[in-house]
Every structure is written in C-alpha cells, then in structure tokens.
C-alpha cells in the first residue's frame, strides 16, 4: 500500500481524509437530532422563562441566545470538519490557547459578581474557561496518544496532573470553583477511558476527596482558608441546608421552592411566580433548570433529562464505536464533561450538589457556554463519523 | 490484514513512539461501560430527586411559592374621637394624602421620559425646589423596599392632578392616611396630648403594636390609648421579589376604628378657663410694678361630688395641630415643644394643672388650721393677735399687711389671710411634743398633697416636706434640722411645700364637702354610639370621720366664705357682688426663679361654689408676678360666671394676699 511506503514517524504527516460521501453516511443522525433537540428545548425553555424579563422585549433573551446556537450550529460543523488527526497532532497548540486565554482573563478580564471570568471583544463577552473544557480534553488526549505505549505508567498519570493543574489553577483563581471541578471530573474521564490502572485510579480517587476535605472542613479547622467562607458555604450547603447565616444558600432554598411547586405539569410562563416576579435568582443562567421545573413541571424536567441521557447514550456508543484509542478518549471526556455539568447544575438546583456556577449545558443562556459546548460536540461527531463503522464501510 | 501504522486501520497516522495503533480493546470498552453507570446513576439520583421534589412535596412547595409572593401591610384603623362632656368634638381624624417615590420604579436609564423629568414635574406640582426632591429621592436609592415620602398632607388638588396622570409619574404613589384633627384649634392642648409613631419601648411592652403604628404618647391620647387605638386591619397584597407591588390590596380583617373616649371636660368651661387664665395674666402684668414677669399658670376647674374635672387650662400653650401628620423637630421646636427650645417660650407643653408645682402660699392656711384644731393647739373660738410682724428665735416673719393690729379667731384670719395668726399655729405647733408627730405634714397628706391625685393622665406628687425628708435634701447641718422657721413658713404653705393646681382644687372640694375625691377625664368610651365603659367612679373618701371633724370643716368654710363676702376679706371685692354664693381663698406664694435670681410672687385662688351644696371647686394660680386677689380671683371668677351663666360687676383691689 501506498501509507507503507511513508517513512515511519515522520511527525507531520499528512492527513488522509476520508471519502465525504462515506463519512456523511456514517454520521450518527439520532446523535445529531438529539443534540438539535437539546438546543431546541433550551430555546423553548429561555423563551418561556425570559418573556417577562425585559420589558417590552420578550425576546430579548431569546434573541440573543438564538444567535449564539447559529454560531454554535457553525462551530459544531466547523469543528466535525476537520480531521481529529490534527487536533491529536496540534494538541501543544490547542493547550497553549487554553492557558493563554485563561491567562489573558486576570489581566485583561471583566468582573461581574466577585469573579473575573470574561474576556471583552468588541462588544461580545466570552469566557475562556467554557472554550478551555473541550480544548484541555483534546490536549489530555494528545498527550496520551503521544504515551500510547506508557498510558499504564505512573509517569503518565502525573503528566495528564500536571497537565490539567495549570488551567485549573487558573479558573480556581478567577474565582470559578465549578469550572475547576468540571477539569476534575473530566480528567477522572480521560484516565478512566484510556486504561490507566486501577490502583492510580483509585489513588487519585481517594486523594480527591481526601484533599476536599481538607479544603472544605480541616484547614479552616486548622485556621488556614483557602476557600472564601462563602464558597465553602456553598459547597457545603447542600449537607446541611438549614445552616445559612449569610443567605448563602438563598438561591438555593428559591429554587427548590420553584421545582416543587412547578408539580407535574408545572405552573406556565404567566403563572410561574417563582421565576416570573423574580424570587428565584439567575433564572435564566445557572438556575434555568428550576425555572424549566417550574413553569413546565415534572413531564418538563424529564424530557429535559431524558433528552441528555440520550445524547449521553449515543455518545458513549460512538466512543465504543471509535476503533482509535485517541478518538474514545477525546469523546470520554466530552461525555464526562457534559454528564458531570448536567448532574451538578441540576442537583444544584434541588440541593443535592453543591452551589457551583456552573450553566446547563445547551440550555443556560450564555453565548460562551451555547457555542463552547456545541464545539466539542461537533469535535465528538467528527470522531464518530470517522470511527470503525466509515473505515468499515471504506474496507 | 496487519495493521499498519498510519494506514486505515486507525485513524489516526502512526506516532513515531506509538509501535502499534492504540486501538480501542475491550478493556476501554469496559470502562465506556463504567463511564455509561456513572452517567446513569447520577441521572437516576436527579430523577428521584425530582419525582421527590415536583411530585411528592409539590403541593408544600406551592403554598410556599404562593406565601412567598405574598406581603401582608397592616392597615391603619381610625383613631377614636375624643368629645366633651356635651359630645362635641375636640379630636378626630383626617384623612390625608402623602406622595411617595418607589427608587425601583422611576424610569430607568434610556426611558422616556427621563427620571429626571418626571422629579422635575413632580416638585413643580408640589410646590418643593426640584434639587431638595433629588436629594431626598437619592438619598434613599440605597432602599428600595421603601418609599422616599416627599411631601406628607398634600391637598386635594395636588393628589388628584398626579392621580389621573399616573403615566406620567411612574414611581410616584399617593398614600392615604389618618391624622389628627382638633376642630377646637387650641383647646386644651396639653389636656388632650398627642400621638406619634410607637417608642422601641411601646412595642415590646404591648405585643399588638408593631412599628409604625400611631400611639397616644401624652395626655388623653396616650391615657385612653388603648380605647382609641383601635384594631389594625391586615391586608394582603402580591408583590415582586424587589417588594413592588403587582396587585390590589385585599383587607382581611378590616381595621376595626378606635372607640370614642367622652371625657369630662367641658369645652365651654375650658374655652373660658383658657381665655380667663390669659386675662388673668395680664391683669396680673398691669397690676404692679414688679408684676412684668407674669408669664404662666393654670386653672382647674373640678366637681367636688365625684371628681370630674371640667377644665384643665395651662399657659402657655400650642395648637396640638403641630403634631398631626408630618412633625419634624424643627417644627416643634419653633411651638417650644423641645427640651432646647422650651424655656424660651416657658415650656408651653407642660400641663401646668396636673405638672406645674408651686408653693400653694395662704391657699395652704386651712390646712394649718385644720392642723392645730386637730392636734389641741388652737380654739378656734378664740382670738390671737393678728400683727404686722413676728420675730421667732431673732428671725423676723412678715405680715403681707404690715399695718395689721387686732385680735381675731380663725375665720377672720382666714377671711384677712393675716400670716401672724398662722405664724403663731406654726409656732405652737413646733412646739408640742414629739409623740405628736408632724401634724401640718400629716394633715397636708390626708388632704391629699404630696402624691398622685390618680387623674388618668398622670400628675406630678409635689412635695410635702417633713423632718425626715429634710435631713434627707439638705446637705449643710443648719438646713438638716427642722427648726420653728420651718413650722412657721410651712403655715402659710411657703418654702418647700410643693403642689399642683389640681391637687389643690381637690383640696379646696375636700373643704367644700368634706370627702376627698378622685380627679378623672374620662366619662365614658363609646363604641358605635353605645357606651361600652363609664369613668372610673371611685367613691369619694370622707376625710376624716365624725360630726365633730365637720364642725371643724364648718369653721373653715366661715372664714373662706369672709374672705369672699366680708369687707375685710382679701377676694370679697371680687366675689362679693356674684349672685351665687362662693368661698374662696387668695394666696400669694414666693417662688424662686432660676432664671431671674429672684423671687417672684405665685399669685393663688382656690375656692368652690355654692357654698350651701358645692357644685364646682376652681382653682387658679398665675406664674411670675401679681397678687391671689388682683389676678388669681378674677380669672376664677370668669369660670365661675360661665359655669353659673351669671355675672357681676366688680373693681379690682390694688393689693392683696
């Protein structure tokens, strides 16, 4: 064959791209109609719970956020177009984005609420944490392809450390604890996914909560804070939710009122007074779940959460279906990612997570969270669509 | 086939350190596997979680949404009247119209119009400065759960012009509340009191008042305020998270009006005291050199059979109105009704009637009397020597007539209030023995002197000075001890002694009939036009037992009835010509002004009326200057006319007691 004759390990070698024809067919539709579906309700949700929000512009919001889905309609293409080959080979590149941005954001960044998240452009805000949840999967994933043959030593396992710590300190700084836990969870994925042993793995497990404790309940107890007392109330305030001198689980108390009382068919666009007269805060950002819980009640919330689990579904079908080591890795920690958003933002609003402030993946409204979170999941389809099944079929 | 790196087997090209393709085993399939557990449990969790929370303890949380959204306002109830004695009214209610600004609900940035246009049209309908307006509405943007009030007791005018123009005013609201009205104009101001919003104190007294509510804080109104409070209405109302509200307000119950409390006082009665006590005072002005000083006093008119007082006059006094709605210190302050402001204007907010001491001076005589009758020093038959002058111990005690020169019994001392005679009981009594205890101090307290009379609206107790009391006050050795000048001072009421008109109108009816009574206001309250309560009728307590303690009185009431009628006595140029016969006594009291550095006169009458069945007892003093006959009497006696619906023509004597 024609590949035989490239000298090995030649380091940037040229793609080969796959027949069009080929990978279209093979592209998972149900994965991409459940995705259009999330989008969808997420637009049909922010235009019931953002009607009242701006007087005399109900569709303020929906606007807004109808226009970051078409960006992110582009992004989503953009990203499944090209090759994952090149973003394994440019993974170097991709990270020194990530940090950079990151870096940019203490520096350059515009403060809302106590923490420093946004970078300006123009008159469009976007947060260099959102775009950096798929680009350090993709650096993770490079790294472990480079390591293809050591993924199983310990020397592995603490460069993918020292990999994530950087950008994680970075968003702990902002002060963006969720983003932080979501780079967390996703680097649990990507060890787990990529066969690291289960002895590292469940080291790393136990030396995580170990040092949540010690951030949460033993350095304070020693007198060293770390954590601002408000973020340590939040994290804790979901185990015990009557403790809340300074209202700090307020939000929280809101919006569990809104979930319950939305019922099962839920209380309307008009009706929902929770939401509506403003009693629960950020109803359309970090808190739109109980908004959703609200006004369109139980039958709401679970198709909501049914509609996740499924693209959750066809996404780890896609990592079975991969054939490629890096490219089951990379939609590991999509997946990961997006699981690990959805549980905390959704048991945040039912007090059973931690106050964290994170959004809801392709509902919140937020133009960075819409678009960064309809990257990766082109980035995921561009590995599908390429996986066994095309190589397969091109057989 | 062999997997060739870089060939289709993979995807991916082959890595110059990867030997074979990383190909997906079935060891990561085991963990997708795991990965796939995960997600589901997690989703199972937030299911569950959800079923809880929607389905299972939905209908709790809704009532908790429906309670959240929802603000209940207390509703003022209407204070009570208050009425005279002949149901005319001295206080009621007014509604007024106060404009608030809502901070969160003026214009925003970019409307139109303007936030400042709508203040800037907002201050030309009111009459205020536009740049006090912004001000005060700035200043409270840090609060926007309240309103800023910008002008309380707007008129009709005002409020209906922004009423129908509401979209024009956005954030502007016109409130509706009571206050207080007194159709009367000045009557018995200090009498009647006033309200204002209830003390930190108040509210954790009374559980069922709440901040902001309006509590009678002296007089009447603060006496009776439990009847004319009456009961706040709640009203529920739906608001936003900000506290805007977004609905009507349903009242639930509604405020139950205060009762009317019908007092004792007669408006006429004190229409006439007020006028009469005025008179009085610049009769007393204009009646000798040293008199300029005339500036305050009281009158109370009392019945002597069963307490009711009919008049309460003080001077000076205010409008009451300076209470009602809007007060502010500066207000007040310019009426003299703040500690700072008050002695300029000779404290108009005291009641004097109830409040104000004095030395009672000769008004005090028949208790002197009584005093030595009782303790075996004096026959009243018989006659001592009325001088100008007596000397006791080297210290030289003044007749007011220096020319006095007669023997006389006790009513014609009383009759020419000669302070000799009196001097002399003083003297004796001093001198009894030990075993007879103080009997001027123990018969000052049975008439009643030294404490409260039990009036509903609180009094000062004076001062009876005694022994113990004495050594208590004093500080240097020569002042501790109780000497003959303090017996012969105390027998004509000067020095210490220290008492209200009240106390001695009470004093003078105890004379008439012979029962001490208890002052009361209050005559009955009223709800609905039904009478729920009557004033308190506490029996009158008869002084002292037997007929031979009302020979006594009878003794008394002869040398009063002289004062009044004889030639000799010291009010008889007044009184003499009334048709209805009165009894009276004058008194002239030293009392020392701090501010002055010297003594000024208290001018006194005290006395009742008829003499045959005692209907009205009055009592008058006037503050500062002038003389009881010359000042005192005639003030009293203005009362008596108006009482009687009598008159009579008199000129007044140059100098008196």
């Known amino acids: 064959m024609l590949e035989s004759a490239r000298p090995l390990g030649t380091p940037l070698a040229k793609t080969r791209e796959l027949p069009l024809a080929i990978i279209l067919r093979q592209v998972d539709w149900l994965l991409v109609i459940g995705i259009a579906a999330l989008v969808g309700y997420g637009l049909w949700a922010v235009a019931g719970v953002t009607g009242h929000e701006v007087p005399g512009q109900p569709h303020y919001y929906l606007a807004k956020q109808e226009l970051y889905a078409g960006v992110g309609a582009v992004m989503l293409l953009l990203a499944a177009a090209f090759h994952p080959d090149l973003y394994r080979r440019y993974w170097r590149a991709l990270y020194v984005v990530a940090i950079l941005t990151l870096l940019l954001v203490p520096l350059l960044g515009v403060a809302k609420r106590g923490s420093r998240r946004w970078l300006q452009i123009g008159s469009f805000q976007f947060q260099p944490s959102e775009f950096a949840k798929v680009l350090v999967v993709l650096a993770l994933a490079g790294f472990l392809a480079e390591r293809g043959r050591a993924l199983r030593d310990r020397s592995t396992v603490i460069g993918v450390l020292i990999l994530v710590a950087i950008p994680t300190a970075l968003v702990f700084m902002q002060p963006d604890f969720g983003t932080a836990l979501v780079y967390a969870a996703v680097t649990a994925a990507v060890l787990l996914i990529a066969g690291t042993r289960w002895l590292h793995l469940g080291t790393l497990v136990a030396a995580t909560l170990i040092g949540a404790a010690l951030l949460v309940w033993i350095l304070p107890a020693l007198g060293v804070q770390v954590l601002r007392p408000y973020q340590t109330q939040r994290l804790t305030g979901f185990i015990h939710p009557s403790f809340d001198p300074n209202h700090a689980t307020y939000n929280v108390a809101q919006s569990k009122v809104a979930l319950g009382a939305g019922g099962l068919h839920g209380r309307g666009t008009i009706g929902s007074t929770q939401t509506v007269l403003g009693f629960l805060p950020e109803n359309h950002t970090d808190f739109i779940f109980a908004a959703i819980g609200e006004e369109h009640g139980f039958v709401g919330t679970s198709i909501l959460l049914a509609l996740y689990l499924f693209v959750v579904w066809r996404g780890l079908r896609a990592l079975a279906g991969a054939g490629d080591g890096y490219g089951a890795v990379v939609i590991g920690g999509i997946v990961a990612t997006m699981v690990f958003q959805v549980f905390v933002n959704v048991g945040m609003t039912m007090g059973i997570a931690p106050i964290t402030g994170i959004p809801l993946p392709l509902v919140s409204v937020g133009g960075s969270s819409l678009i960064a979170n309809l990257a990766a999941l082109g980035v995921l389809i561009g590995v599908q669509m390429r996986g066994e099944g095309a190589r397969g079929r091109l057989r | ?657």
Not at chain 2, 144 to 170: C, G, M, T
Not at chain 2, 434 to 449: C, R, S, V
Not at chain 2, 580 to 589: E, F, L, N, S, V
Request: charged share 20%; proline share 7%; net charge positive.
């Open chain 2, 1 to 657: 086939m062999p997997e060739i790196p870089g060939g289709f087997g993979s995807f991916v090209p082959g890595d110059p350190r990867t030997r074979e393709p990383w190909h997906v085993n079935q060891q990561t399939i085991l963990r997708a596997g795991i990965l796939g557990a995960i997600a589901i449990a997690l989703f199972v969790t937030l299911i569950v979680r959800l079923w809880a929370l929607q389905i299972i303890s939905g209908n709790e949380y809704l009532r908790i949404a429906q309670d959240n959204q929802v603000r209940t306002v207390r509703l003022q109830a209407p204070r009570g009247s208050i009425v005279d004695i002949k149901n005319r009214v001295l206080v009621k209610n007014r509604l007024t119209h106060e404009v608030r600004v809502w901070y969160a609900e003026l214009p925003g940035k970019g409307d139109r119009p303007t936030r400042h246009d709508v203040l800037k049209k907002l201050a030309g309908v009111l009459n205020v400065r536009p740049k006090r307006l912004y001000r005060e509405v700035d200043a409270r943007k840090v609060d926007p759960l309240n309103p800023v009030v910008v002008k309380a007791d707007v008129n009709h005018w005002q409020s209906d012009y922004i009423l129908e123009r509401s979209d024009q005013f956005p954030g502007v609201e016109v409130a509706s509340h009571y206050v207080r009205d007194y159709p009367q104009g000045w009557l018995a101001a200090q009498t009647l009191g006033y309200v204002g919003s209830a003390t930190e104190q108040e509210i954790k007294n009374n559980p069922s008042i709440k901040p902001g509510d309006l509590v009678g804080q002296s007089g009447v109104e603060a006496a009776f305020d439990d009847y004319l409070r009456g009961t706040p209405g709640v009203a529920s109302q739906r608001i936003d998270s900000q506290g805007r509200p977004r609905s009507e307000l349903v009242a639930n119950p509604e405020p139950q009006p205060g009762d009317t409390v019908q007092l004792t006082i007669d408006a006429d009665l004190q229409s006439v005291a007020q006028k009469a006590l005025k008179d009085g005072i610049q009769i007393a002005k204009n009646s000798c050199a040293s008199c300029w000083n005339a500036n305050g006093g009281a009158i109370v008119a009392l019945n002597p059979n069963d307490g009711s007082v009919l008049a309460l006059a003080s001077y000076p006094s205010y409008s009451p109105a300076v209470y009602a709605g809007h007060v502010t210190n500066r207000k007040l302050a310019r009426w003299g009704l703040t500690a700072s402001s008050g002695l300029a204007d000779n404290y108009p907010g005291l009641n004097r009637a109830t409040m104000g001491l004095y030395p009672p001076g000769s008004t005090f005589k028949p208790v002197t009397a009584i005093a030595a009758i009782q303790s075996g020093v004096l026959d009243p038959e018989a006659n001592l020597h009325c001088t100008g002058k007596l000397i006791d111990h080297g210290t030289r005690f003044d007749n007011w007539d220096p020319n006095a020169n007669s023997w006389i019994n006790l009513p014609t001392a009383l009759a020419l209030s000669c302070d000799t005679y009196f001097y002399q009981l003083g003297q004796r009594i001093w001198g009894l023995p030990k075993i007879n205890g103080e009997p001027i101090q123990k018969w000052a307290k049975i008439f009643g002197l030294g404490k409260h009379t039990g009036i509903e609206i609180g009094d000062y107790a004076g001062l009876v000075p005694t022994k113990k009391w004495q050594r208590r006050h004093y500080k240097a050795p020569e002042d501790r001890t109780w000497k003959p000048g303090d017996s012969i001072n105390l027998s004509i009421g000067q020095k210490d002694l220290q008492v209200t008109p009240l106390q001695m109108a009470r004093l003078y009816g105890g004379i008439a009939t012979g029962k001490l009574v208890t002052p009361h206001l209050l005559a009955s309250v009223q709800r609905d036009k039904r009478t729920i309560k009557l004033g308190i009728s506490k029996a009158p307590e008869a002084i002292a037992p037997g007929s031979d303690f009302s020979q006594k009185l009878n003794i008394i009431r002869t040398g009063l009835f002289m004062a009044t009628h004889d030639t000799i006595g010291t009010s008889s140029a007044v009184f003499g010509s009334f048709p209805i016969p009165i009894a009276g006594k004058t008194g002239t009291a030293e009392k020392y002004s701090n501010q002055y550095q010297r003594n000024f006169n208290q001018a006194w009458w005290c006395g009742y009326g008829p003499t045959d069945k005692p209907e009205l007892v009055v009592c008058a003093v006037i503050e500062n200057g002038g003389h009881g006959g010359t000042a005192a009497a005639p003030a009293a006696l203005e009362v008596f006319r108006q009482f009687f619906h009598k008159s009579n023509t008199y000129t007044l004597p140059t100098q008196t007691d």
